[in-house]
Each structure stands twice: as structure tokens, then as C-alpha cells.
């Protein structure tokens, strides 16, 4: 058994770094038996201390319900790994290539190849499945991981280092903890891929600091996903549908709906049966154990300054809890919608990340699509209607990481399509055969035999030949 390494120092991690690129290069092409084993140890160490893990979450919230972590992390992780595990074997499979005539005869494929040592960053707002997947994938691909886990979540930290060391090989994965230096020196080290998931502006700092290395980089970061309600869906549905993706983790979900556009007839009618939603959902939010704190102090008191600039600048806040006093709920921050927000308002700038949720009125559909495309490009775009006519608007008219119809955030849990931002809100993603592929290298292998065709066209030139082979293939 492996005790948690209390080094943190850059000289520490890289050892680890070290040891793990010498345990690739002793297997640099894992079979499918030896991937699915890993995956395996993966899946037992999260099952086996299933209890224990949504513990040291809760702790590191001060609350965390306990059915957040297991919709929201346990659940979805497993998923992943057991969706993985059963089509590796097709993903790995080499695939077949067409040669032309002119290059005949040769036979051609391409082999996903791992790419070696891959460097994991997690964030603290679902520590455990922002670290599982990229994970997953990552072994999936044949690779081997060192991962820095957030000093936010450090019961998490902690425990999750230990297991590591309990259930893999020190060749395979290594966990490491620390604060912001060694999230620096970590991602200075020279991975063969990194995936960060966190805030733009931290995301900017890893992306400077890999590409000394040279190292490509997937950044899973967020921004403000917008909510788009058409009048061809009943407002009280619409509300109904919103406050579970809202208020899941306490709104800290970087895909969470983060403000609403609503025609403007209609927002006093969703103010009122969001209220009802939320209040049926979480009778009461100090007590409630199903109703998760904000991550701590810092956190909460930028929150708390969202809503009282709004406030003060002319919004109203609508609180769907037993107080209108917003310190009487200790460490938590009841739902909140907004109303009258003006645009200058650093809630309609920043990614909220709580329970909050501006609500902007517009007049006509264009508006709303002309709304969302003068601003950064979201990590998810969340249209409620049933007209049919949407679609077509919605998908081939703004630019979004995913775009997802009459629902909100379970895009997230289905392995078979990608996860990933564009522009601001990211670059790359990863998920299912996604990430198999973000994590392999597609090597093209080109064989030829004992006969080269192409000796016919070696100098001294034969003008003839050239000219026949243009008109065969040059036109």
C-alpha cells in the first residue's frame, strides 16, 4: 500500500513524472486485456469506496448532498468506464485504408498509437468525475496519467491519492496534491497531452506554460450558457425543467444554465413557477441535506456581490428559500433568480458558478440568437420550444460546445457524443470514443512488397509517362 506523498515540491512531482514515463516505455502499446484491467481497477476503486468518497466530498463542500455525488459523479463515472470497456475493442481495431492505383501495390492503415504520458488537472466542483474521465480515456488509449487534483477539495485529495496508490502500480497512475505552485510546475512538465478543466483565465496560464513543451493541450473550461425559451413551450414547463440543472451542486456546474432569455411577456409568469419548482424541490435550503453548500467562503461572498450589485444597480432578486436575508443560510446560497439586470452587472459578465439565474426579457427570436452571438461562444446552449422550425435556427446560426433542446446538462453523461467547449469556453474534447481518439495518436501505416511502381517515375524523366499519368490521375 502506498501512503499519499506529502512532497509537493517540483523536484517530487517530477520524479513521478519520471517514473511514470519509464513504465510506458516498457509497455508502449498496452493489449486490450491489460487496458480493460486498468479500466477494472478503476471501476473497483470507486464502487469499493463508494462511501468514502462521498464523505471526504462532502466535507471538502461542507455539505454535499449525497445524491449530487452519486448522480453527478458516482453514476456517470461508472457509466463511462463500463461503456469504455465495452467497445475498446473496436476502437483499437486497426482500420483499413483505401490505396490508390497509382501507389499499388501496398497495403495502408491507421493505428491509434498512445501517446505516452498524459497529465490530468481537475477542477473542485465534481472532483471525482472531472477526474474519472479524462481517466478513463486516457487508459483507454493505452496511456498512463499523472493527475493534480484541486487544493479546493482536500479530504478528496487526500483519500483519492491514497486509493490510487492502493489500486495501481506506481508505473501506471500517480496522483499529486498541492497548491497553485504545484499546479505551475505541473504543467510545466513535458506530457505528451494535457487536459485542464477549469476557469478561462487559469486555462490561458496552462496553455502558456505547455506550449514550452510543446505539449498539446485539451482545456475543458466554461463560460455563460445561455437558456433560450420559446413561446411555443409552455412557460410553467420550461421552469419546471430548469431548476434541477440550476440547482444541482448549487448552480458550481460549468454547463449549468447560467441566464435565461425569456420573451418578455412571459417573465413574470416564470419568476412565479420557478419559485414553486424550487421550493418544492427544497422546502428549505439551511437544513436541507439534499441541497449542497457553495465550495467556501471566497466563493460565496462573489456570489453574494453579484447579487447585491444587481440590486443596487436596479434588479430585483426573487429567493426561493425561507429568508430574504441571504447570511442567515450560513454556507449555503439559496436559488436565486434576477430580474431587471442590467448588462454592465458583473452577473451578466462572469460565469455565475451558483445558484443564481438572471432572467433578460426579448421581443423576438432573432433578438435572442443576435443576443447569444455577441457574446463569447458557451459551453452549452439550451433551447426550449417544440416548434420545429428551432432546430435549424438554433444549430446552423450560433456556435456553441453542445446544443441541447428542451432539457438541460445531460448531454454531459451521454459517452457516445463529445464533451468540449469552442473558443473561450474550450478546445478539444473528450468523452467515449472521443477521448480514446483526443488521447491516441492516428498513425498511418503504409506497406509495400518487393515491387515499387514508383521506380517507373524515377529520373532521368520520361515526358510520355508523366503525360499519360497526368491525364489517368491529374484531372
Known amino acids: 500500500m502506498s501512503e499519499p506523498n506529502l512532497d509537493t515540491s517540483f523536484g517530487a512531482v517530477e520524479t513521478q513524472f519520471n517514473v511514470l514515463r519509464r513504465g510506458y516505455g516498457s509497455l508502449p502499446y498496452p493489449s486490450v486485456a491489460v487496458r480493460k484491467q486498468r479500466l477494472l481497477k478503476l471501476k473497483a476503486l470507486i464502487l469499493d469506496n463508494q462511501d ?237 441535506n439534499d441541497y449542497t453548500a457553495i465550495i467556501n467562503d471566497r466563493q460565496r461572498a462573489r456570489l453574494v456581490g453579484y447579487v447585491e450589485e444587481a440590486v443596487a444597480k436596479g434588479a430585483k432578486a426573487h429567493i426561493a428559500g425561507e429568508s430574504d436575508d441571504l447570511a442567515d443560510y450560513g454556507a449555503k446560497l439559496p436559488p436565486i433568480l434576477l430580474t431587471n439586470v442590467p448588462l454592465d452587472c458583473a452577473v451578466m459578465q462572469d460565469e455565475i458558478f451558483g445558484p443564481i439565474l438572471p432572467i433578460i426579457g426579448y421581443e423576438t427570436l432573432a433578438e435572442a440568437v443576435r443576443f447569444i452571438n455577441l457574446r463569447p461562444r458557451p459551453l452549452a446552449l439550451y433551447v426550449f420550444g417544440y416548434d420545429a422550425s428551432l432546430k435549424p435556427v438554433f444549430e446552423l446560426q450560433t456556435h456553441s460546445g453542445a446544443l441541447v433542446f428542451n432539457e438541460a446538462m445531460i448531454h454531459v453523461a451521454m459517452d457516445n457524443l463529445p464533451f468540449g467547449g469552442v473558443g473561450p469556453s474550450g478546445m478539444g474534447h473528450y468523452h467515449g470514443e472521443y477521448g480514446f481518439q483526443t488521447f491516441s495518436k492516428a498513425k498511418p501505416v503504409l506497406s509495400k512488397g518487393r515491387f515499387s511502381s514508383l521506380k517507373l517515375v524515377y529520373p532521368p524523366y520520361k515526358s510520355w509517362l508523366m503525360s499519360s499519368i497526368m491525364r489517368i490521375f491529374g484531372r
Open 52 to 288: 468514502a468518497l462521498i464523505a471526504a466530498i462532502s466535507a471538502d463542500f461542507t455539505i454535499r448532498a449525497s445524491n449530487d455525488t452519486l448522480s453527478a459523479e458516482v453514476l456517470p463515472s461508472i457509466m463511462g468506464i463500463n461503456d469504455t470497456m465495452k467497445k475498446l475493442g473496436r476502437w483499437m481495431k486497426p482500420e483499413r485504408k483505401f490505396v490508390n492505383l497509382l501507389f499499388q501495390p501496398a497495403t495502408a492503415k491507421v493505428l491509434n498509437q498512445p501517446l505516452g504520458v498524459i497529465g490530468i488537472i481537475a477542477p473542485w466542483n465534481y472532483p471525482l468525475f472531472l477526474t474519472v474521465g479524462p481517466l478513463t480515456s486516457a487508459l483507454a488509449a493505452g496511456n498512463v496519467a499523472l493527475v493534480k487534483v484541486s487544493e479546493f477539495t482536500p479530504n478528496f485529495g487526500v483519500l483519492f491519492e491514497r486509493l490510487v496508490g492502493e489500486y495501481f502500480d506506481e508505473t501506471e497512475i500517480r496522483v499529486v496534491n498541492g497548491d497553485v505552485s504545484v499546479a505551475q510546475a505541473f504543467s510545466e512538465l513535458p506530457f505528451d497531452h494535457m487536459l485542464f478543466t477549469g476557469s478561462t483565465a487559469v486555462g490561458k496560464h496552462i496553455m502558456r506554460a505547455a506550449s514550452q513543451n510543446l505539449t498539446p493541450v485539451t482545456l475543458e473550461l466554461g463560460g455563460k450558457s445561455p437558456v433560450v425559451i420559446d413561446p411555443s413551450m409552455p412557460i410553467r414547463e420550461a421552469a419546471a425543467r430548469l431548476v434541477f440543472p440550476k440547482c444541482v451542486n448549487a448552480g458550481q456546474t460549468c454547463v449549468a444554465p447560467d441566464y435565461v432569455l425569456c420573451p418578455k411577456k412571459d417573465i413574470e409568469e416564470f419568476v412565479q413557477h420557478f419559485m414553486v419548482e424550487a421550493k418544492r424541490q427544497f422546502p428549505t435550503v439551511s437544513d436541507n
